[in-house]
């Protein structure tokens, strides 16, 4: 079996979204002749296995920004010199702008950049051990786990896969200042024997910067264990579901609670039968999106829950909500909501944003719709209301073969795949005859 290091800020039991793939990978790719030792930061109130999880200490840079400047490490300094985080979709306060252009400079290139000498010691110690480690796996973001990434290479001798499920500068819904960054990412990257994104598009963009490295494709996915349950009963109610984060100028659902609002006061969908469900963060500005298009008793905001919940209220929804970037030039993004959408087997209806990866992958596995526009939208709703009607349910008719290839084990099958083939032409290059030149 051959050993893996994986390199990810966040692993479970933490509760982000960028733990789901490195923990995927650690599940699923022993089937494939790959163990994994994950590196990761110490996290308060979690339990791992010290086995597989190398935990370091962990230095946030802001947090002691914060305590230098006599402020509070736990709460955001916006919060404490009293300046208002509310705002409309698509526009962030000056005052917002001012601090984020504060925060960005004092923590250069990123926040938690305090974790890189601690988890290279980390390496160092593996080293001093002669720990077999057959290769590395950075997954990004943030921008630290790719600086280690080059110098455990280095430490270990050993290749390196640099992974973005994110892209890096080359993020168009990252910040202007992402362009300071533009010549310590290609330093960085400098020594990585592959790279590895979800999407052709960016694959592209990746390909066309370092056109001397080789770029895979393998997109996330979802875990088919945590949907071996019966599902249970679909709600009464014409309901839409969203789970997941909002941002005021890239996710935003003002186009779906226009229309919405529209279909109610027509009396096309009566307001006692439809129910529009937001389960995560309550952005400061959505209640009063609600409460402009009237639609205070359709619109329930139900804050974070669970995951395990929020799989449930997925799997209950008659149609579920996915609200795309809406960068005029992204066309590689995938939410990660897709592959649990998929997994939980109802009409998906994404709304706004622009044709690219999603809308192909909503078309192959003819599991919903792409609405782009308000007519689209509203299209969609009524056909889906008039089969509701009928049968007290919107059907669901997806081809689950091209569904099956979005399972966290085939991600899994892919990343060994590149691993292997990194590993080999490692071995091959050790083992390859060396030319000795005529000395006369």
């Given amino acids: ?17 960028g733990g789901v ?13 790959w163990e994994c030792t994950v590196l990761t930061p110490s996290a308060e109130g979690t339990c791992r296995d010290a086995t597989m999880v190398l935990e370091t200490e962990y230095r946030d840079i802001l947090q002691d920004w914060k305590a230098r400047l006599g402020l509070d490490r736990k709460r955001t300094v916006r919060e404490q010199v009293g300046l208002s985080s509310a ?6 306060p000056a005052s917002a702008r001012v601090l984020n252009l504060v925060r960005y400079f004092l923590s250069y290139p990123d926040p938690r950049k305090g974790w ?4 290279l010691a980390a390496v160092e110690e593996l080293h001093r051990q002669n720990r077999q480690i057959d290769a590395i796996v950075t997954t990004f973001p943030p921008v630290p786990v790719h600086v280690i990434g080059g110098e455990a290479k280095r430490i270990l001798g050993c290749p390196w896969i640099a992974d973005f499920r994110d892209l890096w ?8 200042t992402r362009f300071l960054q533009i010549g310590l990412e290609k330093r960085t990257l400098q020594s990585a024997d592959a790279l590895v994104t979800v999407s052709a598009p960016w694959a592209s963009r990746l390909q066309q910067r370092y056109p001397d490295k080789k770029v895979y494709t393998i997109p996330n996915g979802f875990d088919p264990d945590d949907f071996r349950a019966p599902p249970p009963p679909l709600t009464p109610e014409f309901s839409i579901t969203y789970t997941g984060q909002l941002y005021l100028d890239q996710r935003d659902p003002t186009l779906l609670l226009q229309v919405v609002s529209d279909l109610v006061k027509r009396g096309a969908i009566p307001a006692d039968q439809v129910r529009v469900r937001f389960y995560g963060p309550i952005e400061p500005w959505l209640p009063a999106l609600v409460e402009k298009y009237g639609l205070q008793q359709v619109v329930e905001l139900h804050g974070s829950v669970g995951r395990k919940e929020v799989f449930e209220h997925q799997r209950e929804s008659q149609i579920l909500l996915i609200l795309p970037w809406s960068a005029a030039s992204e066309t590689g993004h995938h939410s990660a909501k897709l592959f649990e959408y998929f997994a939980a087997a109802r009409p998906i209806l994404a709304v706004g944003g622009n044709r ?21 939208v509203r299209a969609f709703l009524l056909r889906a209301f008039d089969d509701y009607k009928k049968d007290g ?48």
């Fill in 21 to 33: 793939r490195p923990a995927a990978l650690v599940k699923y790719l022993p089937r494939f002749g």
């Fill in 1 to 17: 079996m051959r050993q893996l290091l994986l390199v990810s800020f966040w692993y479970p039991p933490t509760k982000m979204v």
């Fill in 169 to 176: 500068t080359q993020n168009l819904a990252a910040r202007q």
């Fill in 393 to 440: 349910r919107v059907p669901y008719s997806a081809n689950q073969q091209a569904i099956e290839q979005y399972s966290h084990p085939e991600m899994a099958r892919s990343f060994a795949r590149v691993l292997d083939s990194v590993v080999e032409a490692k071995e091959s290059s050790l083992t390859s005859p060396v030319s000795v030149g005529d000395p006369s």
């Fill in 356 to 376: 690219g990866v999603l809308t192909e992958a909503l078309e192959e596995t003819r599991a919903g719709v792409h609405a782009l526009s308000e007519p689209e």
């Fill in 116 to 119: 890189i000498p601690f988890a």
């Fill in 87 to 92: 705002g409309r979709p698509g526009s962030l």
